[in-house]
């Protein structure tokens, strides 16, 4: 027995068929069939109530902010209002196709509470679009009538929910006819949806009016519409607004396979427009959950570092949930689970770990997993990320941080030192031809920062362009320190580290020493396919700091 919840005309279904074709591509059209009678065993009522807001059925001359007021106002009032009295026609029960949200339905009953059937004694046929002033007896609220002809075994191999209506084995699936109960505002909707189970197409292109399509399709089951309205909004021109409207439709509508094409473009959009969030923050700081959620999933995320993202969510969180219970619930749930600790720095971990937004049991595992991948051994941290990417979340893989991530040794005695470990990618380092640079995160000798920075600048004895590194203290007051440096690399064919360059220095705030050509060699020796220090398309760098007394 074939699954009652596929679409049997669904191409993206049908290939779970063990008989279906790969050669069958197109999909049958029985627009011929609609609303004619000669190929029709049914008649389907639609009695359609007035809604409490105007506007709603006309979808084509409506913006999207218009679609997303008119839904709120729609689903405020559905709250408001009681179920459809129906008890004034004991002998007729309804499919009351109210529209509900899955938030605000009883998931417990939803098949029980959500659709009636119809027992209806006559079975003639009735004129397409007739008004019958005798059905306002079930309620005050019908304002029209639509009647149509309908074929149940094209509505019931397009969705599951008609498939159930005609074979649940009950007196009332053997009736002839099926009343639908909808509101004014989906009238357009229910159309269109109807039309598209027979043609395959749909005659709306405007982004309100699908959404009302999806949303109707979404209610009836109709995956294959749900696919079609999906593909065709995404072929819409994107922007902010429309892009958390599919972000925020109702869980029931975002969790089908159907939409998911169209919320990763939404969420691919807001990536990509808010990826320097910095540019962008007053901006930034005004979206919603979903948005915020959409950008900080990002690998592309422009930030100085981990900790930069960090310091936003707690920004963030706190300007739009100032209780604190609510703030931990956000924090646990979902923003917290976009923050990627294994690349923040130690200095910042420990104020997680004292941070009162964070329920502690939630920020004592996020830290402790995230310090056990600073301890692993690089293959490690390559697999870790490896199997990571695979999966929903993104903990362990690196974003392109302005600051490169660095790994940190640190000593006291017998006096003061710290060595530091900087990976750079070849493309990175291409990257920096003809004048660029890039920056390490701070890492800390005797209270005070310091950074180190990777340059292609030219060679001031042999004019030519050349790689270099250097060190830099950040600015802090008027602190001096003596350092001695060593600057390595790893080398082929030994792939040990080899030193290339050594000095003392005594820093003051913003300075930086180093030297412009740390190879030795031009730029196009250093990059070149059989280049020594790149080592699987990596180039391994090494700084050891010493305070001199």
């Not at 029709?40 to 902010?65: F, K, Q």
């Not at 009238?187 to 395959?200: G, I, Q, R, W």
């Not at 049991?361 to 199997?387: C, D, G, I, N, Y």
């Amino acid at each position: 027995m074939k699954d009652q919840n596929l679409d049997l005309f669904d191409p993206g279904t049908a290939v779970m068929d063990p008989e279906y074709s790969p050669t069958r591509t197109r999909e049958p059209d029985f627009a011929f069939a609609f609303n004619d009678s000669n190929f029709s065993d049914r008649v389907l009522r639609i009695e359609i109530l007035g809604d409490s807001v105007d506007g709603g059925s006309d979808s084509n001359g409506r913006s999207l902010a218009d679609w997303a007021r008119n839904r709120k106002r729609r689903r405020e009032d559905f709250r408001k209002e009681n179920a459809l009295d129906i008890t004034e026609c004991p002998e007729e029960q309804i499919i009351s196709c109210n529209q509900i949200d899955s938030e605000d339905a009883d998931t417990e009953n939803q098949d029980e509470s959500a659709v009636a059937m119809i027992e209806e004694p006559n079975s003639g046929d009735e004129a397409a679009n007739s008004d019958d002033s005798t059905w306002n007896c079930d309620s005050p609220r019908v304002v029209k009538v639509k009647t149509l002809h309908i074929s149940s075994p094209i509505l019931a191999a397009k969705s599951p929910f008609f498939y159930k209506l005609f074979s649940n084995g009950m007196r009332e699936s053997e009736q002839r006819r099926v009343t639908l109960r909808i509101n004014a505002s989906e009238e357009a909707a229910l159309m269109e949806l109807l039309n598209f189970m027979y043609s395959n197409t749909l005659t709306t292109n405007t982004a309100p009016a699908l959404l009302d399509v999806l949303m109707a399709a979404d209610k009836f089951e109709v995956a294959s519409c749900m696919r079609y309205c999906s593909r065709l909004l995404r072929n819409l021109p994107m922007t902010p607004e429309s892009a958390l409207l599919y972000l925020e439709l109702p869980s029931s509508v975002l969790m089908a396979d159907a939409v998911q094409p169209l919320t990763d473009a939404a969420k691919q959009f807001l990536a990509a427009r808010y990826k320097d969030i910095t540019k962008f923050q007053e901006e930034v700081m005004k979206l919603p959950l979903a948005g915020i959620e959409a950008i900080l999933s990002s690998d592309d995320l422009q930030v100085a570092s981990e900790d930069a993202v960090y310091d936003f969510v707690l920004k963030w969180t706190r300007a739009h949930y100032p209780l604190i219970e609510e703030r931990r619930e956000i924090l646990s749930s979902r923003l917290g689970r976009c923050i990627r600790f294994p690349f923040m720095s130690c200095r910042k971990l420990r104020k997680v770990l004292t941070c009162n937004d964070f329920e502690h049991e939630f920020s004592s595992k996020l830290v402790l997993e995230a310090l056990f991948f600073k301890a692993e051994a690089p293959h490690r941290q390559r697999t870790q990320a490896a199997e990571e990417s695979a999966s929903t979340s993104r903990r362990f893989l690196e974003r392109a941080y302005k600051y490169r991530p660095v790994k940190v040794v640190e000593f006291e005695l017998p006096r003061q030192q710290c060595i530091v470990y900087l990976d750079l990618k070849r493309d990175e380092c291409a990257n920096l031809f003809p004048s660029g640079r890039v920056y390490s995160q701070a890492f800390h000798l005797g209270g005070q920062g310091f950074f180190l920075s990777a340059h292609c600048n030219m060679d001031q004895q042999s004019s030519f362009h050349c790689f270099g590194l250097f060190l830099g203290m950040q600015e802090k007051g008027s602190v001096t320190f003596a350092v001695d440096y060593e600057f390595s690399a790893r080398t082929k064919p030994a792939e040990e580290y080899v030193s290339k360059y050594k000095g003392n220095y005594t820093f003051t705030g913003g300075k930086a020493v180093g030297y412009r050509n740390l190879f030795a060699i031009p730029w196009t020796s250093f990059m070149a396919e059989d280049s020594l220090y790149f080592i699987n398309g990596v180039l391994h760098l090494r700084a050891e700091l010493t305070i001199r007394h």
